[in-house]
């Protein structure tokens, strides 16, 4: 392509990028030499892990009291088109979605329809004895004792291509031995939040996604989220890629249903992140209390506490006090994170995956909450307890 049709092309997706902003109600205020000296910060930060680490793409955006501040897109979201990644672009979420999912149950515990501490099996005709001590809030808190479906530690292996429909999660859950007695460990379980979709779907009629959407997404204005299908044609659909001995490979097919649940996935952008995390400044979806039960370090039997409330890791980093959870999926892997007390929220949404520990995420949104945050700088993170 000539150089001036190149950049022709590129000033044209600079103005649809910001149009698109704009009409998404989402235009950063203009910046100080101070805001802009901040953002040439983190544009540093991002471009430099990118190189190396080997990802393909980036999309962050970083929310100071409720407010963008900055929003932008780094590297590719398509490797073989060469398409450049924007904040607009739609990537898998992963496991950000359990916060959805442990809102709607608050939600329906503030109505009544369900307790915290209710046995599972009273919403679950399927349950079997062995889940008969298992409740609601063990789900929430991976306490349950309930195996995964990974082939770990004698979990059962689930066929990522075959399509799962809800009773066939059911069986397949139902079928394992159990790990521990509720409330003995705390054991991450995407199971007990497959079981919280049904529990959601068996108390509204409604399915999970369409109580999310009826109850969150849309009150929220979150237009871009979008169930995960290896069949719709969806614009600003960012590729994902799996790092496979040090080199960059597509991401391998795998049944919808396999990422499409309660625990994990669905297609969203950090804009909508931004809109989820201002909700949570306030009482528009469910009561400050309720927020500061999920926010509430889970207490085991032993009289232990680990650092996990509900669909929310807990920490405190040289004193401040740290929300977050990842999101780890073959091809992508996402973080986001609120520093409370400081007012300072980040997303991050990177299109490779397989990074089990979210160690990528993880390090990219230290150094950025260290650029907004100066006490952060060199900072060791305590999974302690508040």
Same mark, same amino acid.
């Given at each position: 392509m000539a150089p001036t049709r190149l950049s022709a092309l590129r000033i044209l997706l600079a103005f649809c990028a910001a149009s698109a902003s704009l009409l998404l109600g989402l235009a950063m205020p203009a910046q100080s030499p101070e805001g802009r000296g901040l953002s040439n910060q983190v544009d540093e930060i991002v471009r430099a892990q990118m190189r190396e680490q080997n990802i393909p793409g980036v999309s962050l955006a970083v929310i100071q009291r409720g407010k963008i501040v900055k929003a932008a897109g780094y590297g590719f979201a398509d490797l073989e088109l060469r398409v450049p990644v924007s904040p607009e672009m739609l990537f898998k979420s992963g496991s950000l979605v359990k916060q959805?999912? +442990?809102?709607?149950?608050m939600m329906l515990v503030e109505e009544g329809k369900i307790g915290l501490d209710d046995k599972i099996s009273k919403y679950l005709v399927q349950a079997p004895p062995l889940w008969n001590q298992v409740t609601i809030r063990h789900l929430l808190t991976h306490t349950s004792g309930i195996r995964d479906f990974f082939g770990e530690d004698g979990d059962v292996q689930y066929d990522t291509h075959r399509e799962y429909t809800e009773d066939d999660w059911l069986?397949?859950?139902a079928a394992q031995s159990m790990r521990f007695s509720p409330s003995d460990k705390w054991s991450y379980c995407n199971a007990g939040y497959i079981l919280l979709g049904a529990v959601i779907h068996k108390v509204t009629g409604k399915t999970w996604f369409e109580f999310e959407k009826e109850?969150?997404?849309d009150p929220l204005g979150m237009t871009s989220v979008t169930p995960i299908s290896t069949e719709e044609i969806?614009?600003?659909? +960012?590729?994902g890629y799996a790092l496979k001995d040090g080199k960059l490979k597509n991401e391998p097919w795998a049944a919808s249903s396999s990422d499409f649940t309660a625990a994990g996935s669905v297609y969203l952008n950090v804009f909508d992140m931004a809109k989820w995390d201002a909700a949570l400044n306030t009482e528009q979806l469910i009561r400050r209390s309720s927020l500061e039960?999920?926010?509430?370090?889970?207490?085991?039997k032993d009289g232990s506490v680990y650092p996990y409330g509900f669909a929310f890791r807990i920490r405190r980093v040289n004193g401040h006090r740290l929300i977050q959870h990842d999101g780890v999926e073959t091809s992508f892997t996402t973080r986001f994170v609120r520093y409370v007390n400081d007012g300072i929220s980040i997303v991050v949404f990177m299109n490779v995956g397989e990074d089990e520990e979210a160690l990528m995420p993880t390090r990219m949104t230290d150094?950025?909450?260290?650029?907004?945050?100066p006490a952060l700088k060199g900072a060791v993170t305590q999974p302690t307890p508040d």
């Open positions: 959805f999912t +442990a809102t709607s149950v069986k397949l859950f109850r969150i997404f969806l614009a600003n659909r +960012a590729s039960q999920m926010w509430t370090p889970v207490k085991l150094n950025i909450a260290a650029i907004y945050i």
